[in-house]
Each structure stands twice: as structure tokens, then as C-alpha cells.
């Protein structure tokens, strides 16, 4: 290669480098912290669907169900907040709970904190 070519090779490079910044400064990225909710029954040839109320800071309550997967095969999933109609991402504690057939079969907690650059932190109980 000459120097000539290898210069041009460099100047090139050079410039895509700088475009590749310029387009990535353009790109708009939204990330929320989420939690996922499933609750399998291991003893059951078919997952059964699943209800989870999620409790927010304040008392109010919101709700999904998961639907099973794969003809039954597999438990589903739910996100909070995104698959929650009227739920809320305020700092604070929640608690959630899985009722199948109206029994309840399991319960958890979870978290939102604030961080220092201002975005809320998902902490897991």
C-alpha cells in the first residue's frame, strides 16, 4: 500500500468514525427499570394462568394476569409496570401477589429507589 493510499485509508476511517458519533448522539434510548412476574406449578401437565396484583406506595392496587405459553406448556410472564394498566413507577416499596383459581400462591416485594443522575433504581426484596 502507498503512502498516499494508506493516508486515504485513514482520512476515511477518520470520517466514518465522526459520522458514527454524530448518528449515535441522534438516536433517542428510553430505559425503565421493570420487574418480571411468573409462577409456575412444577406438579401440573398444564400452567394454569396466573393473577398478579401488584399493591403501589399509597395502597393502590393494579392487576394482570399471565396467560401460559406454548399451549400450557410453559408458565407465562408479566412486566410491571407496562403490562399493568393503571400502575405507577414512584419511589417506594410494592408487593405483589400470584393467585391461581383465587388462591393465593405466592407473594414478593420490590422496590424503587432514586439514583443520583435522577433515574429510579429497581431494587428487588
Known amino acids: 500500500m502507498t503512502l498516499r ?7 476515511f476511517g477518520l470520517t466514518m468514525a465522526a ?3 454524530v448518528m449515535a448522539q441522534s438516536v433517542l434510548y428510553v430505559a425503565r427499570p421493570a420487574i418480571a412476574l411468573s409462577v409456575s406449578d412444577r406438579t401440573a401437565s398444564r400452567q394454569p394462568p396466573v393473577e398478579f396484583t401488584v399493591t403501589m406506595p399509597g395502597g393502590k ?5 399471565a396467560a401460559p405459553q406454548v399451549g400450557g406448556e410453559r408458565a407465562g410472564t408479566v412486566h410491571y409496570p407496562s403490562d399493568f394498566g ?3 413507577m414512584h419511589v ?4 405483589w401477589t400470584a393467585r391461581i383459581a383465587g ?3 405466592m407473594r414478593g416485594n420490590f422496590s424503587y429507589r432514586p439514583s443520583k443522575d435522577g ?3 429497581f431494587v428487588p426484596s
Open 92 to 95: 417506594g416499596d410494592y408487593s
Open 119 to 121: 433515574q429510579l433504581l
Open 19 to 21: 459520522s458514527a458519533q
Open 86 to 88: 393503571n400502575a405507577g
Open 61 to 65: 392496587t393494579t392487576t394482570a394476569t
Open 103 to 105: 388462591k393465593v400462591v
Open 5 to 11: 493510499r494508506f493516508a486515504l485509508a485513514i482520512a
